[in-house]
């Protein structure tokens, strides 16, 4: 299954806030 | 609610948390507090455990203690090898006697620990449950 990584950390804590969901933050330098 | 942050694009993203180093994930909660962080690469099934570990530290620091010995038990089913397992054996218990306050399986926890992950320091750390 496809994981849809979204790019906005605040957009996402927001949304996390209101749906009362974890949030999983990947940080990497790897090439896109 | 994945959120992915590449450190040349976002450097302030990258900071905000304190990171260090890359590849780090972290969990946090609803409220954007961090429960669990997970530095550098990991196969596959030791970052799956990582990652139920800290949903469950999640559930842990809410105070849902049923909720959290559930994901440490999926831990103990699905990646029984993993470094997170002797931990969630040990967080297992904690959450059982903090929902119950039934000490008596903190005493079964370091026989447990002995048994089946004697290198761990979480069977050093249940040492003082021995009964």
């Given at each position: ?23 999983l ?8 | ?31 954007g ?6 530095e ?20 842990f ?11 440490y038990?999926?831990?103990?089913q ?15 218990a904690?959450?059982?006697?903090k929902?119950?306050?039934?000490h ?5 926890v ?9 290198t ?12």
């Amino acid at each position: 299954m496809a994981v849809s990584w979204n790019k906005d950390i605040d957009a996402a804590l927001s949304l996390a806030k209101a749906q009362h969901k974890a949030v999983l933050v990947d940080f990497s330098a790897a090439p896109a | 609610m994945p959120v992915g942050i590449h450190i040349k694009e976002n450097p302030a993203g990258f900071h905000r948390f304190d990171s260090v180093w890359t590849p780090t994930a972290l969990v946090l909660d609803e409220n954007g507090k961090e429960r669990h962080r997970i530095e550098g690469y990991l196969p596959k099934d030791e970052f799956s455990a990582q990652l139920l570990l800290g949903l469950a530290r999640v559930a842990f620091m809410q105070k849902k203690w049923a909720d959290a010995g559930k994901l440490y038990d999926e831990i103990l089913q699905e990646y029984p090898n993993s470094e997170a397992a002797p931990e969630s054996v040990y967080w297992k218990a904690v959450s059982h006697y903090k929902g119950t306050n039934d000490h008596t399986v903190l005493g079964e926890v370091p026989k447990i620990l002995q048994q089946k992950y004697p290198t761990s320091v979480w069977a050093k750390k249940a040492i003082p449950w021995s009964v």
